[in-house]
Structure formats: structure tokens, C-alpha cells
């Protein structure tokens, strides 16, 4: 009889995320920054729902004219996530960012590293209920049944939550760039 074969344990290249942290910029505002500020929740789960305790996101976005080099506003954060797979920015909400033949839809560009991750994966948040998700042509790239993992959900305390799934049926959407 042949000898059964069994998974071995996952082969990471962290949890070290959290000592190569240079930054943990959770506030990309400052007192002169423009625009509605919100809160942006991002929760990092695995193939099975569970958090990943030990991964890093990163965000770069427009400021709230759709400009990415106002002197008033970083653009930039990175946090590493917390024990239920979470970290929170304190930002505002992007405007449209101008394109070749329109503007995209306000958004946000996000880098996950986490455990087991060669390389970062790359997606976007949108605002769900956004008037111009419709004419975003980076959007219109993903088949419409996939697109809702790419948008944030206003919650009842007014905050936008993000769930990004590295696997699974409700897998987050990631870029090849």
C-alpha cells in the first residue's frame, strides 16, 4: 500500500512584517488637508476567513481633487495588521483621477504583504454606491460579478470596511502590474 502524503506546514518568507516597519502612518491628514475625511478599515483574511495576524498594507491615493503631489496631503500609508487581521487609516476619500479619455472613479491603490506572499499583491478599494464606478475603465476590466470585492462598505458607525480575501471563493480581485 502506498504511503499516504500529508500537506507540510506553509512556507513563509515573515512573519517579519512587523520589525521591517519603518512607517506606521495611520493618519495620512494633516490640519490643512481638503476634503471629507473618513476612516478606511481593512481586514486581511486567508483562504478560510481567518486573520492574518502578521501581514502589511499599504496604500498610495489622490488627494481629494484627484492630484497625487499636494504639499497638504501624503497620499502614502502603511500599517501592519493586528491580531484579527486589521489595521486602520485615518484619510479622506480620493477624487477622480484624470485618464486617457475620462477620469477614473475615486479609489485607492493598496499593496498586501503577508506571510507566504513572494511578492506584494496589488488591488484597489472603491466606495460602494460611488456614481462614477460606472465609468471607471480600470474597473470595467473586471468581470461585473467579481467587482464586488473591490469595494468598500460604509458601516453604521461611519467607517469604510475592506475585507481582502487571498483566496477563496470570495477572493479579493489583485492586478498584475
Known sequence: MPERLCSLPSQTVGPFFHLG???????????DTEGERIRLRFRLLDGDGVPIPDGM?????????GKYNDPAFCG??????????????????PGRVPCEGGCQ????NV?????????RLCTRVYFEGDPALGEDPILALVPEDRRVTLLAR????????FDIHLQGERETVFFDI
Open 154 to 161: 460604509r458601516s453604521a458607525n461611519n467607517e469604510w470596511t
Open 76 to 93: 502614502f500609508g502603511r500599517l501592519a495588521t493586528d491580531k484579527d487581521g486589521v489595521c486602520t487609516f485615518d484619510t479622506i476619500r
Open 57 to 65: 498594507i499599504e496604500l498610495w491615493q489622490a488627494d481629494a481633487s
Open 111 to 119: 499593496s498586501v504583504f503577508a506571510r507566504g506572499l513572494l511578492a
Open 105 to 108: 472613479a475615486p479609489h485607492i
Open 21 to 31: 516597519l519603518v512607517c506606521q502612518d495611520a493618519c495620512l491628514v494633516r490640519p
